[in-house]
Structure formats: C-alpha cells, structure tokens
C-alpha cells in the first residue's frame, strides 16, 4: 500500500489556474482537484505498466512518523480501480 499527501494544492491551483481562481477556492476544493488530477496521472502511468489495483482518495488520515492516525471523520471519498 501507498500512502500519498499532497502539502502545496493551493500552490498548485495558483500555478495553474492563476491567482484570482485560487483566492476565491476554499483549500478543501484545491485540494480535491489536485488529488483529481494527480489520480488520473497515476492510473493512466500504471496502466502502462501493466499494473491492477485500486486508488483511494481518503480524508481523516494523518502520519505521525512510522504512526498512522484515523480521525473520527475518516471517509473513503472515492476509489477508482486500473
């Protein structure tokens, strides 16, 4: 299993789609258009490769060195299968 955190969405939006979209798109949405995309990027590689399996995209999951802690609101928000 691996485990992905993306730290700079907002960054990214800002990059990407300039800096009047990402002030007016709360964290959360960046987000969960960069895991999106980031996702998609990595299904289509994986294929590729030859590779089957399945990429969640969670929320309430924290690492806190070799600790792996579920917060009460942990949701499974989507799975995609390659």
């Known amino acids: 299993m691996i485990l992905l955190k993306i730290t ?3 960054e990214v ?3 990407k789609a300039g800096k009047l979209f990402e002030k007016i798109t709360p964290d ?3 987000q969960k ?3 999106a995309q980031v996702i998609q990027t990595m299904i289509e590689q994986l294929k590729i490769e030859g590779l089957k399996g ?4 969670v929320k309430g999951l924290e690492i806190d060195g070799s600790d792996l802690i579920t ?3 942990f ?3 989507e799975t995609k299968s390659f």
Not at 54 to 57: A, L
Request: charged fraction near 30%; glycine fraction near 0%; hydrophobic fraction near 35%.
């Open 8 to 10: 700079n969405s907002s």
């Open 13 to 15: 939006v800002k990059a």
């Open 28 to 30: 959360r949405i960046d």
């Open 33 to 35: 258009l960069v895991e």
């Open 54 to 57: 399945e990429i969640s995209s």
């Open 71 to 73: 917060k009460s609101s």
């Open 75 to 77: 949701v499974i928000r």
